[in-house]
C-alpha cells in the first residue's frame, strides 16, 4: 500500500507565502514524477507543476516565477513553495505521484494524497 500525506495548506493574505509537502510512504519501489494539481470550486482540476525524478521541472504558465517544486527523494517527499500569492490560487491542492511498488516495479500508477485547502484573501 501507498500513501501521500499532505501538510502546509491555509489561509494567506494576497503577496505572501505558503510551503506545501506532501510525503509518500508504503511498500515503494521507485518513484517517477511528483508534482502538484489544484481544483478551484466550480473548476476542473489542473496541473501546477511536476518534477521528475531527475530534477527537471515543468510549471503551469499562471504560476511560473511564483511558485517553486523541488523534492528530497530521501525522504520521498515533494515540496511547493508559492510566493507572491493571488486570490486565483484559491484551491485545494492535491500531491500527485508516478510510484512503483515493490509487487509491481515494471507497473507504476498514480497515487493521489487527500487534498490541501490554500486560501489566499484580497
Known amino acids: 500500500q501507498v500513501q501521500l500525506v499532505e501538510s502546509g495548506g491555509g489561509l494567506v493574505q494576497a503577496g505572501g507565502s505558503l510551503r506545501l509537502s506532501c510525503a509518500a510512504s508504503?511498500?515503494?519501489?521507485?518513484?517517477?514524477?511528483m508534482g502538484w494539481y489544484r481544483q478551484a470550486p466550480g473548476k476542473q482540476r489542473e496541473l501546477v507543476g511536476n518534477?521528475?525524478?531527475?530534477?527537471?521541472?515543468h510549471y503551469a504558465d499562471s504560476v511560473k516565477d511564483r511558485f517553486t517544486i523541488s523534492r528530497d527523494n530521501t525522504k520521498n517527499t515533494v515540496y511547493l513553495q508559492m510566493n507572491s500569492l493571488k486570490p486565483e490560487d484559491t484551491a485545494v491542492y492535491y500531491c500527485?505521484?508516478?510510484?512503483?511498488?515493490?509487487?509491481?516495479?515494471?507497473?507504476?500508477?498514480?497515487?493521489w494524497g487527500q487534498g490541501t485547502q490554500v486560501t489566499v484573501s484580497s
Open positions: 508504503g511498500s515503494i519501489f521507485s518513484i517517477n514524477a
Open positions: 500527485n505521484a508516478q510510484i512503483a511498488t515493490v509487487v509491481a516495479i515494471w507497473v507504476p500508477r498514480d497515487y
Open positions: 518534477i521528475i525524478s531527475g530534477g527537471e521541472t
